[in-house]
């Protein structure tokens, strides 16, 4: 009678714990047949490579971001939107879960790239090799005041 109680009793604890194992490992796939798709709309979606800078700088898509492999270390802008990650493969599902939640805290919609970069390029995708990696093209990342710091001459002027 003792071990059967405990048979149950391990097993609802098993079962109780397996809501928040699903939960915490599920996220939505894009293929990139569809991602391509979604590239050529007006509105096309943030592209976040979270692989590391050194698979990054071997290659990666167009507009692609290196977010780096930590979500800790990426500010989400807040204003939501969808938002693909572009993983390593095989998939670490602890940090790929920390990555989503961090995007859908800040409002994002949140999609993976199926099957990752290998996917990508046997579909046809262009793969880049990035020149610059820490700023997108068209924007400045940081901005100071003409006359702020320097007294009356700027050290940088942005035209």
Known sequence: MTSFRIYVLL???AISQMPALVVA???TMIDAPE???WLRQIDPPLLLDIRGGEVYSAGTMPEALNTGKDPKGFLADGRGGRVVLITSQPIDDGLLSAWVKRLKDARHEVFVLKGGMPAW???GG???IPQQIYVKPGTVPFV???GLCEGDEPAQEYE
Do not use: D, G, Y
């Open 121 to 123: 390029e046997e579909s």
């Open 144 to 146: 100071i005041p003409k």
């Open 126 to 128: 262009a793969v880049i």
């Open 35 to 37: 991602l391509q798709r």
């Open 25 to 27: 490992a599920t996220w």
């Open 11 to 13: 097993c609802l604890v």
